[in-house]
């Protein structure tokens, strides 16, 4: 165990990983750029490093010394304690959770290796809200998706937004960015998918119907609050699914709409069909 470094100046370069958290714009130009992602807390923390990502700093608090112990043992990555007060001045918030981690990205996987084996996969179209990435991923761990794809303008998986909601699931599905949007998607037909694409459109049938006609791969294609998926990729789509709603009702939040699809998708078993 390398003993903790107090660091209590600010501008202190070792925690340039950590300046300006609350910085939406900079840090999503300025994680995938160098290489990092933000854990915050005991268990996203212990998550990454379980699922494999290497750590390149932790940031605590004195409190939480003894509590992430056994971590500090493991790592060889430094360590370095910070004043409550100084943290909130070098991140912009208060972190209240106590420890933050920088972790190193893994190399991005490509979309063929997501649908290699998969039976049960996800597309996401234009899913721009940290918050409702994470919790799809979230839902997707529980719910039996074996991947999930990303359109080129979805929010980033590992910000600290979408890791914090997701409880650390966006470290255990698989995920690739199609950089060819809607071109991209041909692929899941190629490997054998049917591609269902989730709209409240009166004209789409309702998802259990074409989920009972048992086709072995299943892509659960989502879009955006607001504008849903785009005409483009409604035509990519092998069929439109719905999920029925009481009278009046626009629509679902499509964090919701995904955890009842994956539900009927895993045919009410949590976990995609072997
Ligand atoms: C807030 S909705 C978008 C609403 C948009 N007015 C539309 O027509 O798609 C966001 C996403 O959640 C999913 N969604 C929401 N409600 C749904 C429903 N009842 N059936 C199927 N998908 C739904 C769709 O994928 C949709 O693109």
Redesign the pocket.
């Known amino acids: 165990m390398a003993d903790p470094i107090v660091v209590d100046d600010p501008g202190d370069p070792r925690l340039h990983d950590y300046t300006g958290l609350t910085d939406v714009e900079l840090r999503r130009r300025r994680e995938p750029a160098e290489g990092l992602f933000i854990a915050e807390g005991e268990k996203v923390i212990r998550r990454a490093l379980e699922a494999g990502y290497q750590m390149r700093s932790m940031l605590l608090s004195a409190k939480w010394l003894e509590t992430m112990g056994d971590v500090i043992d493991t790592v060889t990555a430094p360590v370095y304690l910070v004043r409550p007060e100084l943290a909130e001045q070098v991140t912009g918030y208060h972190v209240h959770r106590g420890a933050l981690a920088a972790m190193c990205r893994k190399p991005a996987l490509s979309a063929p290796q997501v649908l290699a084996g998969a039976r049960r996969v996800v597309v996401m179209e234009a899913v721009n809200d940290h918050t409702n990435v994470g919790a799809i991923f979230r839902s997707a761990a529980a719910l039996g998706m074996d991947g999930v794809l990303l359109s080129p303008d979805c929010a980033d998986p590992l910000y600290r937004r979408s890791v914090k909601v997701s409880m650390g699931a966006v470290f255990a599905v698989p995920h690739a960015r199609l950089e060819n949007w809607p071109g991209g998607l041909e692929m899941t037909g190629r490997a054998g998918f049917r591609l269902l694409a989730?709209?409240?459109?009166e004209k789409a049938v309702p998802l259990d119907t074409a989920v009972a006609k048992g086709p072995e791969r299943i892509a659960l294609m989502?879009?955006?609050?607001?504008?849903?998926?785009s005409r483009q990729a409604l035509s990519a789509a092998d069929e439109w699914?719905?999920?029925p709603?009481a009278d009046g009702i626009?629509?679902?939040?499509?964090g919701a709409?995904a955890a009842v699809a994956f539900y009927v998708a895993s045919n009410g078993r949590g976990r995609a069909p072997r």
């Open positions: 989730l709209t409240p459109h989502l879009g955006a609050e607001g504008t849903g998926l699914v719905r999920i709603m626009d629509s679902l939040n499509v709409a």
